[in-house]
C-alpha cells in the first residue's frame, strides 16, 4: 500500500480499460491488488544518500517538523544545528503539567496546579489512524501510545434552541435522527418519490435496507420498541432475576431532534480526520515532542530567538538573540531549514525571493483557546458512565472533552473545557486565565449541573493568539492563496527551504508537519547534490 | 441517575401533565433533573442486613454470578461454601493464555503455544460502558480495564455477492451507504414524496441537515469531491511539500454497496451493546474471573462435580464427586444459589418444583466457535493501518477480529479467527482442532492475502458445544419462553435460587449473571429473614 507510486488519473484509466474488458469481477481484484487506496503520502523514512562531506543545515525551530528535519539530516551525514525560541523541544507539541509556569503574550502568568499525571495538551490531542508519518516516528522514537475516544454515543449534545435547553445524549439524538431518515425516506418511497430514480426491485431492496439500518419495526416505522431502544437505550434497561424485563423508551420528538442540530456531529464523527482507531500517547501530546527532543540531543540551541537570515554570500547566515543573555548571535551554514510559523517569519528579515515574501505575508492563522479544568471526582464516569469523547454545544467554549486517559481510576481528571473557533476565541483571550475559567465552568454545568463547579480544583488555559512563539493557531489557507501562494512557499529558494503545517494540505495537524518536512529535506538534500 | 426508582408509566404520566401544563422548556428541565434514562438497574451492591448468626448457604458454580452471590452473602454474615467443576475461578470468564491446555468433550487436547501476553478469549470479550455491575466490581477488585476498540472504520468488509467478492474498508462502504441515502431523500423531498408528511418549511430543514449529514455538494449530490473525500478517503490523500494536493475518490457504485449489505453492520454497531467507550481487561477476560476468584479465596472447592441437590430435610444437601479422588461427598448447608447453567442443571437430580424443572429444561442453548490465530507480525497494523476493530464477512467465520491490546507494539498478536453463529458453529465444532484453524486461514485470507497464512504462527479453538462445564454457550429464551418460564425459573423455590445470565435478560452477557445473582442474593436473604 505504501509503495504505490502511480498518478491517480493514469490508475483511473488503466481501472476503466479492465472494467471494459472483463467485467466489475477482475476490476476489483485488480484493485485489491493495488490497494484499495492510500492512506497517506508517507512512504517510509527519506533516502538521502550521497551528502557531500561537512555539508551543513542550520534548522530554525525544534517543533515536530523541524527536529524531524534535523533527524534525518544528521542521520544523512549532514552536519545540523537547531535554532530554538523556546526553552524545550515541541513547539505547538506540548503538555501543561502540574508545576509547569506559562506565560502569555501580555503578561499573564499560570503556574499550574494539576495532580501528578495530568495535563493539558494547548495544541495537538489526537492522531488520526492514517497519520502514518506520525506514527511511524512515534514508534521509532518509543513514544507508548493508547486509544484516544473521540466518538462517545454516551456524551452530550446540548444546543440553546433545542429541547428547552436541555442537553440530551448523543445516542438518543443520532439514533432519533436517523431512524428518522430511514422511516421518511421509506415513506417517500411509498408516496413514489423515487419512482422515476430507481427500479421497483432496487426500491424493495431499498426499504430493507432502511429497516435494518435504522432500526424500523416490520411496518417501515421508527417507534417505540425494542428495535428503537437497541440504540436509544431504555427506559429500564434489561436486568437480571425478577424484574429483568426492560421498559422500551420513547424516540424524541423530531421537531426538536432537528433543532438540536446533531447531523452536523454525527457528520464530524465520520469524517476521517475523526474516525477510529485515533491515539493519544501515554501522559500527553508532549510525550512525542520531548521523544523527538531526545533524538537530536545535543543539536539544539534553545532560546534563540532568530532575527534575521541571509543567504547573499554563498551560504546561510542566522542572526538570533541569545535570550538568556541578551546578545545577538550569528551561526553559519550551507543550507537552512526554516519552519518558523509564518505569523512571526513575516515579521523577521529573511533574505527570499519578493514572492515567496508575499507567500509568507498572505497566510493568516486561525486562532483557539484551550482551557483544562481539572476535577476532583471523575463524576462523568463514575456518575454518568461517559468514558471520554466530546459533549458539544453551541455556547462559545463549543466543547468540553472528557479525559481517554486514566479512564475508570480514582484519580482526579483533567477536562478539556473549551476548545473554541472564530470569534469566540479573540473574546477568550481578552481574558485573564481567571475569566476564562470562570467562564468555562459557567458554560460547561449545563452538562453536569450540581458537579461541574462543585468538583472544580484548578485549571489553566492557553489562548493562542497569545502564545509568544506562534502568535495564532495554525496556518488558514484558502482556495485563492493556495492557488497563488502555496507553490512559491514550499519551493526550495537557492539555500533555504520552509517547512511546518503551514507548508502542507494537513494543516493544523502534525502528521502536515512531519510530511511536509519530510519533503522539504528531500528537495534540499537533491540541491545539494547539485550545488 | 442510579437512584431514580419511580415505575416508567406513572414517571410518563406525570411527564405528559407537566408539559401540557408549563410546554416542552418545563418538560425537558423536569426530565433533566430526573435524569434522561436509567443506563442500568445497578444500584450499588445489595443491602443484606441483619442475616441470622451461624446461616451458611452453598453456591453452587464459581462463575461470575455466584462468586459474586458468595462475596456478598459472606460480606453479610453467612458462612458460604462455593462447589466448583473447574480448577479455576471465572467459568465462562476464561483466556486461554501460551502454555494452557485445554481438552474438550470429544477427548481433543490443545497446547496453547501463544506467546506471553497474548490470549483468546473464548468467552466473553468486550465491555459496554452501561453494565455498571461489572464496572464497579471490576473497580472494585482492581482489574485494569482498556478500550476494546468495536467499530474501526479502516477495517474490511466482505460479501462474496459483492464486489466480485473482494472485501472494502468499512469507512468506504457506510460513507457511500448513507451518503447516497441522503442524496435518495433530497430527491424524494424534490419528487414530492414527502409533501403529505411534512410541510415546506420542516421539508428544507430537513434537506439542509441531510447535506450536512450526509456530506453532499451544494447541489445535494454525493458525488466525488472534498466533502465525501473527507468522510470515504482520497484516492491521493493530502501530504506536506510540493505534491501535497489531494486527489478526491469516486464513491463506489450505489448497486454494489447494497449487496455488500454494509448497513446491517453500520445498525450493529450502533447498538448499545456496541456503542462507544467499550473496555476489555488488560491481559485477557480472565483477569475478571482471576479477580472475583481471589475476593473468594477460601471459600471454592475446585474439581467438584454436582450431582444431586436436595432440601427436604429442612436444609440443602449437595452432593458432588471429587474429581480428584473419585469420590462422592455431601456437603450441607441451610441455603443455596445455584449458578449451573441449564443445559447441564438439567442433569442433575435437582428437588424444586415441577414447574421450575420445565423451566430449566425449557431453555436451549447457543453454540459458538472463537478460533485465535496468532500471527508473527501485526501486518494490519504496520500495512494496513487497522487497529483493533472487526471485518465482517458472509463466510461461516462470519468475522475476524484485531486485538484492541499491545496496539502498535512490535510483539505477536492473537487474531480472532472466527465467532461463528448459528449452523456454521456446529459445523467447527464438528471439525478437530486442527481443521478449525486451517477452515479459519483459508477464509480470513479474503481479507489480508499473502499475509494471513504466511505471518501464522499457532491457534486454539474453543466450541461451545464441547465445552465440558457448560455444553453450549448462553440461553437462548424467546419471547414464549420468558411468557411461560421465566419467573418460575428465577422465583426462590424453598432454600434454592437460581442465578446466572440465563434468570436475566441480559442474556449471554456478564453483566446479566451479575444483576441476577444480586437479585437472587436479595431475595433468599429476605427469604432466610422471613424464616
Chains 1, 2 share one sequence.
Not at 544545528?81 to 506540548?94: H, K
Request: glycine residues 12%; aromatic residues 10%.
Amino acid at each position: 500500500m505504501l509503495n504505490e507510486t502511480g498518478a491517480a488519473p493514469t490508475r483511473r484509466e488503466v481501472l476503466r480499460a479492465i472494467g471494459m474488458i472483463g467485467g466489475s469481477a477482475v476490476l476489483y481484484q485488480t484493485m485489491e491488488a493495488w490497494g484499495h487506496a492510500k492512506e497517506t503520502q508517507f512512504a517510509g523514512p527519506p533516502n538521502l544518500s550521497g551528502a557531500r562531506a561537512g555539508a551543513s543545515v542550520v534548522v530554525l525551530g525544534a517543533g515536530l517538523s523541524g527536529m524531524l528535519a534535523a533527524h534525518e539530516l544528521r542521520k544523512a551525514g549532514y552536519k545540523v544545528e537547531i535554532l530554538e525560541y523556546n526553552n524545550r523541544p515541541g513547539g505547538r507539541n506540548w503538555s501543561l503539567y502540574g508545576g509547569d509556569t506559562y506565560t502569555e503574550l501580555g503578561g499573564a502568568v499560570q503556574k499550574v496546579g494539576f495532580a501528578p499525571g495530568n495535563y493539558l495538551n494547548p495544541g495537538p490531542w489526537r492522531i488520526p489512524y492514517h497519520h502514518r508519518t506520525l506514527l511511524h516516528y512515534c514508534r521509532e522514537f518509543g513514544v507508548a501510545l493508547e486509544p484516544f475516544i473521540q466518538l462517545n454515543h454516551q456524551a452530550l449534545v446540548h444546543n440553546s434552541q433545542a429541547f428547552g435547553g436541555k442537553p440530551m445524549p448523543y445516542r438518543d439524538l443520532a439514533a432519533d435522527f436517523e431512524g428518522n431518515v430511514a422511516e421518511l425516506l421509506g415513506k417517500a418511497i411509498d408516496n413514489r418519490g423515487l419512482d422515476s430514480v430507481m427500479t421497483a426491485e432496487d426500491r424493495d431492496m431499498l426499504k430493507e435496507a432502511l429497516r435494518g439500518w435504522g432500526l424500523l419495526d416490520k411496518d417501515m416505522r421508527y417507534v417505540k420498541g425494542n428495535a428503537s431502544s437497541r440504540r436509544r437505550g431504555f427506559d429500564r434497561p434489561p436486568g437480571g432475576g425478577v424484574d429483568g424485563a426492560p421498559i422500551y423508551s420513547e424516540p424524541l420528538p423530531f421537531k426538536d431532534v432537528m433543532d438540536s442540530r446533531v447531523w452536523g456531529i454525527v457528520a464530524q464523527h465520520m469524517t476521517i480526520d475523526h474516525q477510529t482507531t485515533m491515539f493519544q500517547p501515554v501522559g500527553g501530546m508532549g510525550m512525542i515532542g520531548k521523544a523527538f527532543g531526545k533524538q537530536v540531543e545535543g543539536l539544539v540551541r534553545y532560546g534563540a530567538k532568530v532575527t534575521k537570515v541571509d543567504q547573499s554570500g554563498g551560504a546561510v547566515s542566522v542572526d538570533y538573540i541569545d535570550l538568556a543573555s541578551g546578545q545577538t548571535r550569528t551561526t553559519k551554514a550551507d543550507y537552512c531549514v526554516c519552519t518558523i510559523p509564518l505569523g512571526i517569519l513575516s515579521q523577521i528579515d529573511i533574505d527570499v525571493s519578493g514572492a515567496k515574501k508575499a507567500a509568507i505575508a498572505a497566510v493568516p492563522y486561525s486562532n483557539s483557546v484551550k482551557i483544562g479544568l481539572e476535577m476532583k471526582r471523575r463524576f462523568w464516569e463514575e456518575d454518568e458512565a461517559i468514558y471520554g469523547g466530546i459533549s458539544f454545544t453551541d455556547q462559545e467554549i463549543a466543547m468540553i472533552s472528557y479525559p481517554s486517559g486514566g479512564m475508570h481510576s480514582r484519580t482526579p481528571g483533567v477536562i478539556l473545557g473549551a476548545y473554541t473557533f472564530g470569534e469566540a476565541s479573540y473574546k477568550f483571550a481578552g481574558m485573564t486565565p481567571e475569566q476564562r475559567i470562570e467562564q468555562a465552568l459557567k458554560m460547561g454545568s449545563v452538562f453536569h449541573p450540581g458537579k461541574y463547579r462543585e468538583q472544580f480544583s484548578n485549571g489553566a488555559s492557553v489562548a493562542w493568539s497569545r502564545v509568544p512563539f506562534t502568535l495564532g493557531c495554525c496556518a488558514m489557507w484558502n482556495e485563492e492563496t493556495r492557488k497563488e501562494h502555496y507553490q512559491e512557499l514550499v519551493a526550495v529558494d537557492d539555500r533555504i527551504v520552509l517547512a511546518g503545517e503551514h507548508a502542507s494540505y494537513i494543516g493544523c495537524w502534525m502528521e502536515g508537519a512531519l510530511l511536509s518536512s519530510l519533503d522539504a529535506v528531500t528537495r534540499l538534500h537533491k540541491r545539494a547534490l547539485e550545488a
